[in-house]
């Protein structure tokens, strides 16, 4: 872990980063698919139901869906019949997730169960986890989020079961030409004002854009999946990179 990390265009201290971007997410729980829908254009519905069809929840296993507070890949998971656990180090955005699924009527309780959902706060980069106990671990959207990186990958690891599968769903860098300007342009330009106006907060719009552009690459990202022990590594870029799907095996 280096002295400073990235926030944003910002190199600040580790304790900042976990602070600040714990203030982006408190601000923006309330319109969290208002935030996703002005990052993407709406199309992060269909890449979460990309991402989900990799996975392949089945039911029986328990799965770890990091940072997903909301509950927006949960809920795809958790029609396989699968027990989801879904951790988010920010309880505002588990509070939204708790409320959207009694709204839908998803079932929610303190232990695992088929298809029901469990609601937990965790820091990524120290689960309360014991050793090999998921059969999956899911992050979509949040792993560049995470302070300490290297050592989030690494958690993933210890939690899951011989077997184990990693995904995580996270944007990069498109390499199409021209398309690659034209979305460089909306989002550093468009997106935080429309943040501005659907949640009245440029500031943590316009952070999220840059954490995407100071996210490593995707061979580097797969590098680091790697070094944290992972075997039988895969990147599935979609839009020529804009996001990218990445899973590994821990055997």
């Known amino acids: 872990m280096t002295d400073t990390v990235s926030f944003g265009y910002e190199d600040v201290a580790p304790e900042e ?59 795809r998971m958790a029609r396989s019949g699968a027990s ?4 988010d180090i ?38 309360q ?4 106990f998921f059969d999956a671990y899911t992050i979509a959207f949040g792993i560049r989020n995470v302070t300490d990186i290297p050592r989030a990958l690494r958690e993933a690891h210890r939690v899951l079961k ?3 599968r990693l995904f995580v769903l996270e944007f990069s860098t498109t390499q199409w030409p021209g398309f690659a300007e034209a979305y460089d342009a909306y989002s550093h330009h468009l997106v935080p004002r ?23 690459p995707m061979p580097e990202f797969e590098r680091m999946i790697r070094e944290a022990g992972f075997t039988q ?11 990218a799907i990445h899973s590994g095996w821990k055997i």
Request: overall charge neutral.
């Open 162 to 164: 011989r077997g184990g």
């Open 17 to 75: 980063k976990t602070r600040r971007v714990g203030e982006v997410f408190s601000s923006v729980a309330s319109k969290y698919d208002l935030m996703n829908d002005a990052m993407s254009g709406g199309l992060h519905r269909l890449w979460k139901d990309k991402f989900v069809r990799r996975v392949k929840p089945r039911a029986g296993e328990h799965i770890l869906d990091m940072a997903g507070g909301t509950g927006d890949i949960a809920f």
């Open 90 to 127: 920010n309880p505002e955005m588990l509070a939204v997730g708790i409320e959207r699924a009694a709204e839908r009527g998803i079932a929610s309780g303190r232990e695992p169960d088929a298809g029901s959902l469990v609601w937990s706060e965790a820091n990524a980069e120290q689960l």
């Open 233 to 243: 590594t895969k990147v599935e870029p979609l839009l020529g990179g804009l996001v």
């Open 84 to 87: 989801i656990t879904v951790a």
């Open 194 to 216: 429309l943040g501005q106006l659907l949640a009245g907060d440029a500031d943590s719009y316009r952070y999220l854009v840059e954490s995407i552009r100071r996210f490593p």
């Open 129 to 132: 986890w014991p050793d090999r």
